[in-house]
C-alpha cells in the first residue's frame, strides 16, 4: 500500500499532536503502508535533513517503496515532459504518481492538488482525518 507524501506535509504527518494527520500515521506504522519514494534529483534535494533522517528509518522499517533504476529514469523523463505543462512545480510528484501507478497523495499544494486529479483522474488527495477512508483502498504495485 502506498502513497505519496508532498514535503509541504512532512511535517504534519510527523506531528503527533496534528489531529488531522493521526490516521495516515496509523497507517503507515500499523496497517503495512508505504510511501513511494524516487531517488530522482528533485525528490533527493527536497528530502534533505530531517526529512532524509526520517526516509532511511521509514526505509529501515519496511515502509518506502523504492523505484528501481530502470523506473527511476521513466519518471525522469515524464517529469521533463511535464514541465511547464502543469501548475504546480512538481513535475516529479505527478511523475512517480503516473509511473508508479500511485493514487494517493498526502499535500497541502492547492496547484499540485488540481494537477494530480487532472493527470491521475482515479487518484486521491488526503489532507484531514476525515480522509482516512482513501487509505483503506491504496495499493502499492
Not at 495516515?24 to 524516487?38: E, H, Q, S, T, V
Amino acid at each position: 500500500m502506498c502513497i505519496i507524501l508532498d514535503v509541504n506535509s512532512f511535517a504534519d504527518l510527523r506531528n503527533e499532536n496534528n489531529q488531522d494527520m493521526l490516521p495516515a500515521r496509523k497507517w503507515l506504522d500499523n496497517k503495512n503502508g508505504k510511501i513511494a519514494y524516487c531517488n530522482t534529483a528533485k525528490f533527493r534535494n527536497e528530502w534533505q535533513g530531517k526529512m532524509q533522517i526520517q526516509l532511511k528509518d521509514w526505509s529501515r522499517e519496511g515502509k518506502v517503496k523504492f523505484l528501481g533504476q530502470e523506473d527511476t529514469i521513466k519518471v525522469q523523463k515524464e517529469a521533463n515532459q511535464l514541465q511547464g505543462k502543469i501548475q504546480s512545480d512538481d513535475e516529479h510528484i505527478i511523475a512517480l504518481a503516473m509511473i508508479a501507478k500511485v493514487k494517493v497523495l498526502i499535500s497541502k499544494d492547492q496547484a499540485l492538488h488540481q494537477d494530480f486529479k487532472a493527470k491521475i483522474p482515479d487518484g486521491s488527495i488526503y489532507q484531514k482525518k476525515k480522509h482516512k477512508h482513501l487509505l483503506d483502498s491504496v495499493s502499492c504495485p
